[in-house]
């Protein structure tokens, strides 16, 4: 917590500065009890008590922002909380969602405030050295909510019609984040925002029984909705690179029967001869195996590659990238031509199967490629007039 963290400043302060503002430095240790955090310790432990009073004291900021602001200019809130609970739909155990702890406490009090989410963006606020960032997939960015008053008169809507809107809207939104080119771990907390949006808009969404649906259940609808959209961006792979997709998602780069890849082969309108004659596969004694990036040909030459794939041109890519830097990408990616944009879609698709698979260390390459591809794409146009 910060204030605890402060007391090591505020012992030094104190003694220097007592006699000037005696007022301000009147404890001999700085006040804790109404800092906004969920300490058990605080409460001789109790995770109850803490979360209590934080979410109290979360709703009556909110409110107390709401009561105060300016009816002429937006609210603005900065949060940065990563999504990483799997949860069991309380309404259908069978359904895993996908939601946070921490956004919902912040957009629960949001909301019940009567706030409405007019607008979001990602802003990097984040440094890679933070001690926190090293070796890990942690967040580079905080998401801006922007809030106006929610009208008095704000309709009701349905679950079904919920959805519908979700599914229409989400799309754009998340393309437009895309060719933003936000980092692939955070585009599913840049995902809340416009859903969040649609779902504020309305003074409740009603589920099929009649009661209310909760923040933590829009959330992870956003989440599914975030899903289908990165699944759909798959009509534009060739065929070996949608089986790929699925064969990594089951087995990754490990050993598995022939026959289960055949099957997902034919279902996918490709052969597993096809897959291993686009140099991706590895086929030998009735097991398959996708090759790894460090056993893919190093002489692989696009030009003359009469079998290429979108999953290849990403592997390459990655690989250059992490042996040989941006340069040795760059000089790639001018040879693929368009086939470089939709290899990068496929990085955001692969860092979300990773992150939900907890894979963490390869979905860091695949979040790697995404956050260095504008400086590739830089490098390109600088070899491009080189040439």
């Known amino acids: 917590g910060y204030a605890d963290l402060s007391d090591f400043f505020y012992v030094w302060l104190r003694r220097s500065l007592h006699g000037i503002y005696p007022q301000l430095m ?86 019940s405030a009567g706030f409405h989410v007019t607008g979001t963006w990602p802003m990097r606020t984040e440094g890679s050295g933070r001690m926190i960032a090293k070796g890990t997939n942690a967040l580079a960015s905080s998401i801006v909510l922007v809030c106006r008053p929610r009208s008095e008169d704000a309709p009701l809507t349905t679950r079904k019609d919920f959805l519908g809107t979700l599914k229409r809207e989400l799309g754009p939104a998340i393309r437009t984040l ?24 309305y003074s409740r969404v009603l589920e099929s029984n009649g009661s209310p649906m909760g923040v933590r259940t829009a959330l992870g609808l956003i989440n599914a909705a975030l899903d289908e959209v990165l699944s759909e961006q798959e009509s534009d792979y060739d065929p070996q690179t949608r089986w790929a997709l699925v064969w990594f998602e089951e087995r990754r780069y490990d050993l598995g029967e022939f026959g289960r890849a055949e099957v997902l082969a034919n279902a996918k309108g490709v052969s597993v001869q096809g897959v291993v004659e686009a140099g991706i596969l590895s086929s030998h004694g009735g097991k398959v195996r996708l090759l790894e990036r460090k056993e893919l040909d190093p002489r692989w030459d696009p030009a003359t590659d009469k079998r290429i794939t979108v999953w290849e041109v990403t592997q390459h890519l990655i690989h250059r990238l992490d042996q040989k830097g941006q340069d040795a990408a760059a000089e790639l990616v001018s040879r693929v031509g368009g086939l470089a944009e939709t290899a990068r879609e496929l990085a955001y698709r692969l860092y979300t199967l990773c992150e939900r698979k907890g894979w963490a260390e390869e979905a860091g390459y695949y979040n790697a490629l995404v956050v260095a591809w504008p400086a590739i794409r830089g490098r390109e146009f600088t070899l491009t007039g080189d040439r």
Do not use: C
């Open 178 to 201: 895309q060719q933003g080119n936000i980092a692939p771990v955070d585009l599913q907390q840049a995902a809340i925002g416009p859903g969040m949006g649609i779902y504020s808009r």
């Open 26 to 111: 009147s404890t001999l240790l700085v006040p804790k009890k109404q800092e906004l955090v969920a300490m058990p310790y605080r409460f001789e432990g109790g995770k109850e008590e803490a979360k209590e009073f934080f979410e109290d004291g979360f709703g009556k900021a909110m409110r107390r922002m709401r009561a105060n602001q300016h009816p002429d200019y937006p609210v603005t809130i900065y949060y940065a909380f990563k999504q990483s609970e799997n949860d069991e739909d309380d309404e259908d155990v069978e359904n895993t969602t996908t939601a946070s702890t921490g956004w919902e406490t912040m957009l629960a009090g949001l909301l």
